[in-house]
């Protein structure tokens, strides 16, 4: 897109943090948690996201032929927006994950407590392609029956990623689940600088 | 708070939107991406032609820089829909586009990092 940005110098640049997990989890209502804004939904129709035909099997109403998504936004300065997507909780639309997870800084995956397995494939998707997140897991009424460790050891997460107790309904504990997630991310950064590698050396 | 499905309309919805397009579904150019930024050239050039109603939705929308995401959600359009006209208004010279900042961990920008760290830590 070259020269085509010359007239418009107050564009801020703009980076992405994916919020995933499975449906229902709260992820919406983290975006809302923090974002100067009501979340927004856009939707995209599955004709023109073209990829993962193979996950068409399971729809059987017209209207699941769009996929919707949730986002807000954070001004962090007139440079710079940060804005926040929900990923689709649904398993049969995550190939517009991959799309999403381009050019993201990193991502959150929630956990409901009362079905952490629900989120399982979201932890592989991010692992598997070197994704850095964090795990933040969702009390029901901010109630937390079971400590963190508990919690990584039922998603054998390797002890680099942190896995942090919340309420997606507040906003400071919203915004901890972020800070923590770029602590994670400026880690893996500086490890990447030091060592020339791209993941992590395991200890 | 939105719920989570809405498809109130979205059968109807789903040929009006591409006839605003002239039937294309893919767009002449791939580089919006959903937080793109676009902004709308003003004065518009002398050559550019007349913009469409649906096109004047857009140009009204982007005064300031408006992410392409925040475009579709406001004027209710699918994201592949807004594209496709984006892309046409580009071309027109009535807009300009803002690429996201690129992100890689090949070359990671700690500046920038920490700058959404302590961002996000005054919220």
């Known amino acids: 897109m070259a020269g085509s940005d010359a007239a418009s110098p107050a564009a801020p640049d703009t980076v992405k943090i994916l919020i995933a997990g499975g449906f229902g989890v709260g992820k919406t209502t983290m975006v809302g948690s923090v974002s100067e804004i009501a979340p927004l939904r856009t939707e995209e129709s599955l004709t023109s996201a073209g990829l993962g035909i193979d996950d068409l099997h399971g729809i059987e109403e017209k209207r699941a032929t769009t996929v919707a998504l949730d986002f807000g936004r954070i001004t962090i300065s007139e440079e710079l927006v940060l804005y926040l997507f929900g990923t689709p909780g649904q398993q049969r639309f995550w190939f517009m994950w991959n799309d999403l997870a381009v050019g993201a800084l990193g991502a959150v995956v929630l956990i409901d407590v009362r079905r952490p397995e629900s989120s399982f494939a979201a932890v592989d998707f991010f692992e598997r392609r070197g994704i850095p997140f964090v795990v933040g897991v969702n009390g029901f009424h901010g109630r937390h029956p079971y400590p963190a460790e508990d919690i990584r050891e039922a998603l054998a997460l390797p002890e680099h990623v942190p896995v942090l107790l919340c309420d997606a309904r507040e906003r400071a504990s919203a915004r901890d689940v972020l800070v923590a997630l770029m602590d994670r991310v400026i880690a893996e950064a500086d490890e990447g600088d030091s060592s020339g590698q791209l993941t992590p050396p395991v200890h | ?123």
Not at chain 2, 44 to 70: H, K, M, N, S, W
């Open chain 2, 1 to 123: 708070m939105t719920s989570e499905v809405s498809g109130s309309d979205a059968a109807g919805r789903l040929v009006r939107p591409f006839a605003l397009t002239g039937g294309r579904t893919l767009p002449s150019r791939a580089d919006f991406t959903l937080i793109t930024t676009v902004t709308v050239v003003d004065p518009p050039p002398d050559r550019a032609p007349r913009p469409q109603p649906e096109q004047t939705r857009i140009l009204r929308r982007c005064v300031r820089p408006v992410a392409v995401a925040e475009l579709a959600a406001l004027l209710d359009l699918p994201v592949s829909v807004i594209v496709i006209m984006l892309c046409d208004l580009l071309e027109a010279g009535l807009i300009t586009a803002h690429p996201p900042h690129p992100v890689s961990p090949r070359t990671p920008r700690l500046d920038l990092l920490q700058k959404v760290r302590d961002g996000l830590g005054r919220l």
